[in-house]
């Protein structure tokens, strides 16, 4: 199972029958919706990610997804983005500060800054190096569809 796999409910919206709203059981910041089912999918991936990044600003830690419940769609991260926060939470865990990762890494801080931003297309073998500097290896597993 994937660690950043999100339980979602959409549900049309019931004003004029058009349209629909996305809410996340587990993240209670994360609400956007679509005119379409399909459109309201796609925004909820970006919400989910957005809202994920709200965390890390934070710094709190990352909600644990709740078990699938019937009727509910389920959303995951893109990859770069799972190891992004399995950095932020490495880092969290071992209380490791963005200047002790970019010291270890042998880059400046706004570098280092970006490997945990989720604002930034960081290249997933970067964030590969900074998850060896914490002492974690990435893996990657597929899954059936």
């Given at each position: 199972m994937m660690k950043y796999l999100y339980p979602c409910d959409i549900k049309g919206t019931?004003?004029?029958?058009?349209?629909?709203?996305?809410?996340?059981?587990?993240?209670?910041?994360?609400?956007?919706?679509?005119?379409?089912?399909?459109?309201?999918l796609i925004l909820a991936?970006?919400?989910?990610?957005?809202?994920?990044e709200g965390y890390i600003v934070l710094e709190r830690e990352l909600p644990i997804p709740s078990p699938y419940q019937k009727g509910q769609e389920l959303l995951t991260v893109q990859p770069v983005i799972a190891a992004q926060l399995d950095l932020y939470?490495?880092?969290?865990?071992?209380?490791?500060?963005?200047?002790?990762?970019?010291?270890?890494?042998?880059?400046?801080?706004?570098?280092?800054?970006?490997?945990?931003?989720?604002?930034?297309?960081t290249p997933i073998g970067e964030v590969a190096k900074a998850l060896k500097a914490v002492g974690c290896d990435l893996a990657v597993a597929e899954r059936p569809a």
């Open positions: 019931e004003e004029n029958g058009e349209g629909f709203v996305v809410t996340f059981p587990d993240i209670n910041e994360a609400i956007t919706g679509g005119f379409t089912f399909r459109d309201s991936e970006d919400c989910l990610v957005v809202a994920l939470t490495a880092m969290r865990e071992q209380s490791i500060t963005v200047p002790e990762l970019a010291k270890r890494l042998g880059i400046g801080e706004a570098d280092a800054a970006k490997l945990v931003s989720l604002d930034y297309c």
